[in-house]
């Protein structure tokens, strides 16, 4: 991976809102959500989602199907994938005992999606907010 595509993908992250959006989708897995409910989900005006979804597809870290009238968005795991591996392929210079911690959560990462009705933990963390 390109130098530039990392900062550019970690630049589009490193916004609350846009990182809320590419957590909730990676939780929606390659399915992807509608715009309406990723809106619904994270109590964000359509105008304002719709700028988050623009930086978030520019750094080419989520994709978006026209299906009917919706138009559903999703992670681009590839480009996800590369970028945690950009951050990660020289981790500790080979001594596996110091990147203990990032094998374990890498360990405890699922791809179960979540149970019919599981909240979305930053939806209730918008809640208390408001």
């Given at each position: ?18 990182l809320a959006v590419f957590r909730l989708l990676v939780k929606a897995g390659p399915e ?99």
């Amino acid at each position: 991976m390109e130098l530039s595509d990392a900062i550019r993908r970690l630049s589009a992250l490193a916004q609350e809102s846009r990182l809320a959006v590419f957590r909730l989708l990676v939780k929606a897995g390659p399915e992807g959500r509608a715009a309406g409910e990723i809106a619904r989900a994270l109590f964000t005006p359509a105008n304002t989602l719709s700028a988050q979804l623009l930086v978030l597809a520019n750094a080419g870290l989520i994709r978006a199907r026209r299906e009917g009238r919706s138009i559903i968005y999703a992670i681009n795991f590839d480009a996800m994938g590369e970028l945690l591996v950009f951050l990660t392929e020289d981790c500790c210079g080979g001594r596996a005992e110091m990147c203990a911690l990032l094998a374990q959560a890498t360990s405890r990462a699922t791809c179960t999606p979540p149970k019919t009705g599981e909240r979305h933990e930053t939806s209730a963390r918008a809640r208390r907010r408001r």
